[in-house]
């Protein structure tokens, strides 16, 4: 390791790294607009200058790489100097509209121009201006701030895997541009992010509030089965902005755009009272009235009559109350899985992501089966993109073909094409055959189809014949879609002995053999099934549970409740309360704990204390947060045999998959400008 001396304090410092790098690893400040960790070096800011010694002029730290014996100085006469004149010529075109600028108060430029700028300007020529750039729906531009660090671009490129933002011309005439497009990308409100000026700012967000406004909670996304890190800004009782917060094995320091802007669904086609059906109308009701309707409609209805059905964005603690609750009641037909998935019954690592997401970066091939990770989990896909870009990880794609942002071997369409690498027929199979740490991608749309437990059972085979699951590998990975599922999974919230799962349920209430059904937060499912059946809708919107349904009990959304979230790869995370919930409505296990109590059955629960520790007692992977268990190996799935229908993918539309972005006016602006212009709502993108 090469020895370097900043500043006269000598250190050791790992091989290849920059002379930034060293110098920040040996604890001093160093400037920077174009350098950022998780890009590609451009190098064009110079605000990253140091001395260097027998250098015959200040170099650019972030493109130099360490030298043994290297002496460095970051803050003589000569370094503050050099700075001081980057800083001037930075500012030379750079409007001075702080006021009116959204990036004010966390803006880099105007931050560094503080610390190491001049205190005036020589520069009396007019100021150049450059038109306005549309790049969608997302991103506002004022160009004329920019400063051609190019992160946006090296973003786009590196990262998002759309090759749709660039440099054009030299010099002055120099200008970021998409050539009038939308950026095309899940992943495009980052390029805010890394924007050290105020180029780039949020269009749904822009002139909103000033960030010293906002009161700041950490908390998680719920908007798809990854449990991205997030911060999520409010003023009053107003969500304003969701911003990613870093956690290196999850989402690193990105989210994707509805993570980020479908929050004013937040407020859109809330619930915020009870409601009961009366001559046919939904009409407001109080609480008092709406538990007596439900207490009627459960009159004289044994166990067996009665089911409930949890949704995608649902927390533990509520799944566990409304199970408790219908336990109370004598019933066992409960399901968690909205889309019918045949998973849940086997061990923990049937039906999770095995290999974790930071472990995709140590896989050395890929198979992806009827999935489409850029719409189900896009920061699972821009980790699989991580992988690929550093090379020699073959992916393989079994399903529709689509834009995944990198390239794969297709395989093929329908489950034949996995039938033959079970046997070892495909011509991929040499290449799961010579690979160390193989991994599989199953998608959950694949697990919803009629023969879902022989597809699983297949995908088991596959992974075992292969060498995917080993002591101290296991490349079997389940992609979920719902945030709910795996905490779901994980309580059991699934049909007891002789119950009913959701086709059952369904089928019951054709037959008017289940006369009572509780939605929790459930919109996914076929509403217009449930025949006669007296229907229960707790939940946050108005979607179509809410329609159909005889009661309403308005619950909390995810940014209005302590909840206990558990992500595809079976990490326990902790959501937290940022605003109280509108109106009347309350958390959703609170409701419950209210509504046994009236019923004679109260749950064994006073607090959410008390509840998260029979959450522990149900399973004890409750007990560790931010962890990841092995999941147990052992057999499931049935064997038996597979139709010859293609995949299908689930999602036919990125930006509308839950009642929250489909009440989001900027996610129907997305939907308007990527998916319905483009007619890209098959599931496919590009």
Same mark, same amino acid.
């Given at each position: 390791?090469?020895?370097?001396?900043?500043?006269?304090?000598?250190?050791?410092?790992?091989?290849?790294?920059?002379?930034?790098?060293?110098?920040?690893?040996?604890?001093?400040?160093?400037?920077?607009?174009?350098?950022?960790?998780?890009?590609?070096?451009?190098?064009?800011?110079?605000?990253?200058?140091?001395?260097?010694?027998?250098?015959?002029?200040?170099?650019?730290?972030?493109?130099?790489?360490?030298?043994?014996?290297?002496?460095?100085?970051?803050?003589?006469?000569?370094?503050?100097?050099?700075?001081?004149?980057?800083?001037?010529?930075?500012?030379?075109?750079?409007?001075?509209?702080?006021?009116?600028?959204?990036?004010?108060?966390?803006?880099?430029?105007?931050?560094?121009?503080?610390?190491?700028?001049?205190?005036?300007?020589?520069?009396?020529?007019?100021?150049?201006?450059?038109?306005?750039?549309?790049?969608?729906?997302?991103?506002?531009?004022?160009?004329?701030?920019?400063?051609?660090?190019?992160?946006?671009?090296?973003?786009?490129?590196?990262?998002?895997?759309?090759?749709?933002?660039?440099?054009?011309?030299?010099?002055?005439?120099?200008?970021?541009?998409?050539?009038?497009?939308?950026?095309?990308?899940?992943?495009?409100?980052?390029?805010?992010?890394?924007?050290?000026?105020?180029?780039?700012?949020?269009?749904?967000?822009?002139?909103?509030?000033?960030?010293?406004?906002?009161?700041?909670?950490?908390?998680?996304?719920?908007?798809?089965?990854?449990?991205?890190?997030?911060?999520?800004?409010?003023?009053?009782?107003?969500?304003?902005?969701?911003?990613?917060?870093?956690?290196?094995?999850?989402?690193?320091?990105?989210?994707?755009?509805?993570?980020?802007?479908?929050?004013?669904?937040?407020?859109?086609?809330?619930?915020?009272?009870?409601?009961?059906?009366?001559?046919?109308?939904?009409?407001?009701?109080?609480?008092?009235?709406?538990?007596?309707?439900?207490?009627?409609?459960?009159?004289?209805?044994?166990?067996?009559?009665?089911?409930?059905?949890?949704?995608?964005?649902?927390?533990?603690?509520?799944?566990?109350?409304?199970?408790? @609750?219908?336990? %109370? &009641?004598?019933?066992?037909?409960? !399901?968690?899985?909205? /889309?019918? =998935?045949?998973? #849940?019954?086997? $061990?923990?690592?049937?039906?999770?992501?095995?290999?974790?997401?930071?472990?995709?970066?140590?896989?050395?091939?890929?198979?992806?089966?009827?999935?489409?990770?850029?719409?189900?989990?896009?920061?699972?896909?821009?980790?699989?993109?991580?992988?690929?870009?550093?090379?020699? @990880?073959?992916? %393989? &794609?079994?399903?529709?073909?689509? !834009?995944?942002?990198? /390239?794969? =071997?297709?395989? #093929?369409?329908? $489950?034949?094409?996995?039938?033959?690498?079970?046997?070892?027929?495909?011509?991929?199979?040499?290449?799961?055959?010579?690979?160390?740490?193989?991994?599989?991608?199953?998608?959950?749309?694949?697990?919803?189809?009629?023969?879902?437990?022989?597809?699983?059972?297949?995908?088991?085979?596959?992974?075992?014949?292969?060498?995917?699951?080993? !002591?101290?590998?296991?490349?079997?990975?389940?992609?979920?879609?719902?945030?709910?599922?795996?905490?779901?999974?994980?309580?059991?919230?699934?049909?007891?002995?002789?119950?009913?799962?959701?086709?059952?349920?369904?089928?019951?209430?054709?037959?008017?053999?289940?006369?009572?059904?509780?939605?929790?937060?459930?919109?996914?499912?076929?509403?217009?099934?449930?025949?006669?059946?007296?229907?229960?809708?707790?939940?946050?919107?108005?979607?179509?549970?809410?329609?159909?349904?005889?009661?309403?009990?308005?619950?909390?959304?995810?940014?209005?409740?302590?909840?206990?979230?558990?992500?595809?790869?079976?990490?326990?995370?902790?959501?937290?309360?940022?605003?109280?919930?509108?109106?009347?409505?309350?958390?959703?296990?609170?409701?419950?704990?209210?509504?046994?109590?009236?019923?004679?059955?109260?749950?064994?629960?006073?607090?959410?204390?008390?509840?998260?520790?029979?959450?522990?007692?149900?399973?004890?992977?409750?007990?560790?947060?931010?962890?990841?268990?092995?999941?147990?190996?052992?057999?499931?799935?049935?064997?038996?045999?597979?139709?010859?229908?293609?995949?299908?993918?689930?999602?036919?539309?990125?930006?509308?998959?839950?009642?929250?972005?489909?009440?989001?006016?900027?996610?129907?602006?997305?939907?308007?400008?990527?998916?319905?212009?483009?007619?890209?709502?098959?599931?496919?993108?590009?």
């Amino acid at each position: 390791m090469p020895k370097i001396t900043v500043d006269g304090v000598e250190i050791e410092v790992p091989a290849g790294v920059t002379v930034l790098q060293a110098c920040e690893m040996a604890g001093k400040e160093v400037p920077r607009f174009c350098y950022h960790d998780r890009l590609s070096i451009a190098g064009n800011c110079r605000m990253c200058l140091v001395e260097m010694e027998k250098a015959p002029k200040p170099i650019a730290s972030c493109a130099m790489p360490v030298g043994d014996g290297m002496v460095i100085r970051t803050d003589s006469e000569k370094v503050k100097k050099a700075r001081k004149g980057v800083m001037e010529f930075l500012l030379i075109n750079h409007p001075l509209d702080c006021p009116i600028c959204d990036q004010g108060g966390e803006c880099d430029l105007q931050d560094q121009a503080m610390a190491y700028g001049f205190d005036r300007s020589r520069y009396e020529e007019n100021k150049r201006s450059v038109p306005e750039k549309y790049m969608g729906p997302l991103i506002k531009t004022i160009m004329t701030r920019c400063i051609h660090c190019t992160r946006c671009v090296r973003f786009s490129t590196e990262i998002g895997g759309v090759e749709q933002m660039g440099l054009l011309n030299r010099g002055e005439n120099a200008e970021i541009t998409s050539l009038e497009q939308a950026v095309n990308s899940e992943l495009s409100g980052n390029v805010v992010d890394v924007c050290p000026v105020g180029a780039l700012t949020s269009r749904p967000y822009a002139f909103h509030a000033r960030p010293w406004e906002l009161r700041k909670t950490q908390s998680v996304d719920v908007m798809d089965a990854v449990g991205s890190n997030i911060r999520v800004d409010v003023r009053g009782r107003e969500v304003l902005r969701v911003l990613p917060r870093l956690h290196e094995g999850i989402n690193e320091e990105w989210i994707h755009d509805k993570t980020r802007h479908a929050i004013d669904g937040l407020k859109r086609r809330r619930l915020d009272r009870p409601y009961v059906r009366r001559d046919g109308k939904l009409q407001p009701a109080t609480w008092d009235e709406a538990f007596d309707a439900i207490i009627e409609g459960f009159k004289g209805l044994g166990g067996d009559e009665l089911a409930a059905i949890a949704g995608d964005l649902c927390d533990v603690e509520s799944m566990l109350a409304l199970k408790d @609750f219908m336990s %109370g &009641l004598g019933s066992t037909n409960i !399901d968690c899985r909205q /889309d019918g =998935a045949k998973i #849940g019954n086997g $061990p923990r690592g049937s039906y999770i992501f095995n290999t974790s997401i930071a472990g995709i970066e140590e896989a050395d091939a890929c198979l992806i089966v009827g999935s489409n990770p850029r719409w189900e989990a896009a920061m699972v896909n821009a980790r699989i993109r991580k992988r690929f870009l550093k090379g020699r @990880f073959p992916i %393989g &794609l079994i399903g529709p073909e689509v !834009d995944l942002t990198y /390239d794969y =071997a297709h395989l #093929g369409e329908d $489950p034949s094409a996995l039938a033959a690498l079970a046997k070892g027929k495909s011509d991929f199979a040499k290449v799961l055959d010579q690979a160390e740490r193989p991994m599989i991608v199953l998608g959950s749309g694949v697990l919803a189809r009629a023969d879902g437990d022989a597809l699983l059972a297949l995908a088991r085979e596959v992974a075992e014949r292969y060498g995917m699951v080993s !002591d101290n590998w296991n490349g079997f990975n389940v992609l979920q879609r719902a945030a709910s599922r795996v905490g779901g999974l994980d309580i059991g919230f699934l049909p007891g002995e002789g119950g009913r799962d959701l086709a059952g349920i369904l089928a019951g209430c054709k037959a008017g053999d289940v006369k009572a059904v509780w939605l929790l937060g459930a919109d996914e499912i076929p509403a217009n099934q449930l025949g006669n059946a007296f229907v229960v809708y707790q939940g946050h919107h108005g979607d179509a549970g809410a329609h159909r349904a005889d009661v309403i009990l308005p619950g909390a959304a995810y940014t209005e409740k302590n909840g206990t979230y558990v992500n595809t790869e079976g990490r326990v995370q902790l959501g937290r309360l940022t605003v109280f919930p509108p109106g009347q409505a309350r958390e959703d296990w609170t409701i419950l704990r209210a509504l046994s109590e009236r019923l004679g059955e109260p749950l064994p629960y006073d607090n959410l204390g008390q509840l998260r520790q029979r959450m522990i007692e149900v399973n004890s992977v409750f007990g560790s947060l931010d962890q990841i268990a092995p999941g147990a190996w052992g057999v499931f799935g049935k064997a038996g045999t597979v139709n010859k229908e293609p995949f299908s993918l689930p999602i036919e539309n990125f930006y509308m998959t839950d009642p929250i972005s489909r009440s989001s006016e900027t996610m129907a602006a997305c939907s308007e400008a990527f998916v319905w212009k483009t007619g890209e709502a098959t599931g496919t993108h590009g």
